[in-house]
């Protein structure tokens, strides 16, 4: 498994993979991807025997974006790390690669003094249990809850506090 920085190369394998879990998260084409390649504080892929089989696009307060999700924690929180999306590929879920992606996540955060992680998931109409207990297992708590889509998907919002950086 190699989990290394996204590229321009690497967008029709994203395009794919994010179409085909399109029912849980916001479709992407290839301007948000090359908005994502420009403006992300993290865009992981995963590859595993040459092939793109996972990605994560994680983004800093303070960039211009406008979905209702992220706008939610930017008004309510100063400097935090939104988590926009993971997305697996279903023949590799449950083998610990969202581990390893937010762990990446929270080692950035870490260096860079970022104390918040802050990330949705979908529990209405679409229930994301795994996704739930997933963030649960890493130390996320819901902060508030946020119809989006027209009042369609409601969405559990969540964030993750950690540790200050200490000074050495």
């Given amino acids: 498994m190699i989990i290394r920085d996204a590229n321009k190369e690497d967008c029709p394998n994203i395009l794919i993979l994010n179409k085909k879990n399109v029912e849980m998260l916001l479709s992407m084409d290839y ?3 090359m908005y994502f390649i420009e403006k992300s504080a993290l865009f992981k892929v995963v590859e595993i025997d040459g092939k793109i089989v996972a990605f994560l696009i ?4 303070k960039v211009d974006y406008s979905i209702q999700v ?4 930017l ?3 100063f400097n935090f790390i939104y988590i926009d999306r993971v997305v697996i590929d279903e023949a590799y879920r449950r083998m610990g690669i969202a581990r390893r992606l937010y762990d990446c996540v929270f080692d950035h955060s870490y260096r860079q003094g970022i104390t918040t992680i802050a990330s949705g998931v979908e ?3 679409n229930y994301n249990k795994a996704s739930i207990e997933f963030h649960n297992s890493m130390g996320f708590a819901e902060v508030g809850e946020q119809y989006v889509r027209g009042g369609t ?3 559990s919002l969540l ?3 950690m540790d200050a950086v200490l000074e050495t």
């Fill in 31 to 33: 301007q948000q991807f």
């Fill in 58 to 61: 994680a983004l800093r307060s």
């Fill in 70 to 73: 992220y706008r939610w924690f």
């Fill in 75 to 77: 008004q309510r929180y």
């Fill in 123 to 125: 529990v209405e109409p």
């Fill in 153 to 155: 998907v409601k969405v």
């Fill in 159 to 161: 964030v993750k506090e």
